[in-house]
């Protein structure tokens, strides 16, 4: 066992490397030139000690003859040193005779020297063969020829202490060319392996990586898209070239995403801002080739400050996207369902609003650009309180792309605007087919009609009140307000609130009336996003947690008064006042503050939501109030609430049932229907104060 472990270490392994073989090739000519230097220094020993330089040359020849041999005929650069190991112990035997006399013994020196310099072929066995090859020749001529080793008469245990030396520096020149061997020498075999091993593990990561549906790749400081990576990505995308960073990779599929990404990317290598802050800011989502893909980001730190790299991880989502959409489309669709259901009327009414704001979309750039701005604020209030928040959400963007006056972007959101609609116009046709709006009568007014026709009333009386009952009754209309600003309000964490509706069982023209409804959605989307204060707020101020709205409609003094009534944070006038400088706008009068909260783009508040704070809608419902002949007026204080009323003319309310009975000959139409209908709600209804329905 002993034995064999010796062994194990002074042989080496059969293999020789291609970097052995150069290495001792290199070794081996260096020993040639080593000992050819031999040759005239030996001669000049020789010639200096009278020790026969002739002999000295002749000598040194014939041993340096074996070298030149085995190099020129040998093919194994191994055996070459060996024999190299044993030509240098000649060399020493050859000083040592020649250099006789004083320093004899000190030359004694050579063999322990190059017994050790034989350590660089980095093979136990040319030391062995060196170390063997001294041993013998010190006992032959120690017994033939004494005076050729010492210059002395040396007893046999002198000899045995050199071979004991010589032993004990063999044995750690073994150690020494047997390390040099496995730790530099067979260097590269150890790289192959390694090499191999880390290739192996990289086939089985790409193996890996490949069999999962996600990219995988990392990025450096400069974003240049690493050459480790998942193939599914060039599926995706197409070839990466060489050094190709992911802002140019991606720009033909994205330019967005690929422009913002190559901004971000430079903030996270800044370190100016918390590295996971920096990593949230990179854009998450991008479009190419039909498909929708997501990428995550993380950060590889090496603890070298300027060694980071940004690992991506990249994912095909387009499914989800779709079944998200899906699922959109299928809730909206229970919610037209639900509101078609409720109130028929009322939904083809909203219906046929929002067709006519759609039109201003089709007709663009051929729409004056204001009147364009409120259709689509309008539009877009209209169907987020109705549910339909896709096509909101759409207009919301559309009015992003016209803030930024950017063309390219306003004919892209349109056409998504018109795309969308298409699909919503389609599920709501398919639902309502070609009904069209019928006459809700209720039951105590429809016996009361049966009873006025069989108990001999005239035919004007009839027609009146078949007149009236074809109005639209507000009831529905204010019901449907109420449920939307209760779902807007949770929508906004604004938590429960308490909607009361006061309708007076009151009829009017619904087609004459369908813009105002369609701007008044602003004032109650106002009244929920600017108003009322979150549960938290209110409590803190001494009020209750449930927010206070209340839509009142009265008949009073031959005048519709139609008004909300909010106990929220109430108008800060002298903001409003600040933004009506600003604009130039008169803001010394109360109605002149009202004119200004009313005018085209003025806002009050300082951010935009999706849900107000453009100032668009506001203009729109004044404009919508004056068509109808109506007026305005605003009652409000910081924290004591709102209250916005529109007054109209009794004409107003049925416009179109006053022509209509004008042209079957019907004399004071306006005045019969009025005092029929009108006159006796009048007499108990009263406006309340502010003060009065906070209270």
């Avoid at 991606?250 to 901004?263: C, L, S, T, V």
């Avoid at 070298?304 to 940004?310: G, L, P, Y």
Wanted: proline letters at 3%; glycine letters at 6%.
């Amino acid at each position: 066992m002993f034995i064999n472990k010796i062994l194990d270490r002074i042989l080496l392994p059969n293999e020789c490397t291609s970097f052995e073989r150069d290495y001792l090739t290199r070794m081996n000519w260096i020993a040639i030139w080593y000992f050819a230097l031999h040759l005239p220094i030996f001669v000049a020993i020789g010639f200096f000690n009278q020790t026969d330089p002739t002999a000295a040359a002749i000598l040194t020849s014939l041993v340096l003859a074996g070298p030149l041999f085995a190099i020129r005929f040998l093919s194994s650069q191994r055996s070459i040193s060996i024999i190299m190991g044993v030509t240098s112990m000649f060399m020493g035997a050859l000083l040592v005779h020649f250099g006789q006399g004083p320093v004899q013994i000190e030359m004694h020196f050579y063999f322990f020297v190059n017994l050790a310099l034989l350590a660089v072929f980095a093979n136990p066995m040319v030391i062995v063969a060196a170390a063997a090859t001294v041993t013998l020749h010190h006992g032959a001529f120690w017994y033939l020829l004494p005076e050729s080793v010492f210059n002395y008469d040396a007893p046999l245990w002198v000899v045995g202490v050199h071979a004991l030396f010589v032993v004990l520096e063999s044995a750690a020149a073994c150690f020494i060319a047997r390390g040099f061997f496995d730790n530099v020498v067979e260097l590269e075999k150890k790289v192959a392996q390694r090499t191999a091993e880390l290739k192996s593990r990289n086939n089985d990561m790409r193996t890996l990586l490949n069999a999962v549906q996600e990219g995988f790749f990392t990025l450096d400081r400069s974003g240049i898209i690493s050459n480790e990576r998942s193939t599914i990505i060039e599926r995706w995308l197409g070839p990466v070239k060489p050094n190709q960073s992911f802002e140019e990779y991606i720009a033909p599929h994205d330019a967005k995403f690929a422009e913002w990404f190559g901004f971000s990317l430079n903030e996270v290598f800044n370190s100016v801002l918390p590295i996971e802050l920096t990593l949230d800011q990179l854009p998450q989502r991008f479009l190419a080739k039909g498909k929708t893909f997501e990428c995550r980001y993380s950060l590889n730190d090496t603890n070298q400050s300027n060694d980071h790299s940004v690992a991506v991880i990249m994912q095909d989502i387009t499914a989800d996207v779709q079944r998200e959409e899906l699922e959109k489309e299928n809730r909206e669709m229970m919610i037209i369902v639900d509101r078609y259901a409720a109130n028929r009327n009322g939904f083809i009414e909203f219906y046929e609003e929002c067709r006519r704001h759609i039109a201003a979309v089709r007709a663009y750039p051929d729409v004056e650009f204001e009147l364009f701005k409120r259709e689509i604020h309008t539009l877009k209030g209209n169907t987020s309180l109705y549910g339909l928040f896709r096509v909101a959400e759409a207009c919301h963007k559309l009015e992003e792309s016209l803030l930024k006056g950017d063309l390219t972007r306003i004919n892209a959101s349109c056409s998504e605007l018109l795309e969308l609609w298409e699909t919503t116009e389609n599920r709501i046709q398919q639902l309502i087919g070609q009904r069209q709006q019928g006459i809700e009568i209720p039951e105590n007014q429809y016996s009361e009609l049966i009873d006025r026709s069989l108990g001999g009333a005239d035919g004007i009386e009839i027609g009146l009140q078949l007149a009236y009952l074809k109005m639209s009754p507000l009831e529905p209309r204010l019901e449907i307000i109420a449920a939307q600003a209760k779902e807007m309000a949770r929508r906004l964490g604004k938590g429960e609130i308490n909607v009361r509706i006061s309708h007076g069982n009151i009829r009017i023209d619904a087609k004459a009336w369908s813009d105002f409804w369609s701007a008044f959605v602003h004032i109650v989307r106002n009244a929920v996003d600017h108003g009322l204060e979150t549960a938290e707020n209110r409590t803190s101020i001494g009020k209750s947690a449930s927010g206070q709205i209340e839509i009142d409609a009265k008949i009073i003094s031959n005048e519709l008064v139609i008004s909300l009534c909010d106990d929220g944070s109430g108008i800060h006038w002298e903001r409003v006042r600040a933004k009506a400088n600003e604009r130039g706008l008169p803001t010394q009068t109360k109605q002149q503050l009202i004119d200004a909260l009313f005018a085209d783009g003025l806002s009050s508040v300082e951010s935009v939501s999706d849900v107000s704070g453009r100032g668009v809608g506001m203009q729109a419902t004044k404009e919508a109030c004056i068509n109808l002949g109506g007026s305005l007026d605003v009652e409000s204080e910081p924290e004591a609430g709102t209250i916005v009323r529109f007054r109209f003319p009794i004409k107003a309310i049925a416009s179109e049932t006053f022509e209509m009975l004008r042209k079957y000959g019907v004399e004071n139409a306006e005045s019969q229907f009025c005092e029929t209908f009108f006159s006796r709600r009048a007499d108990s209804a009263s406006i309340k104060t502010k003060n009065e329905i906070i209270a």
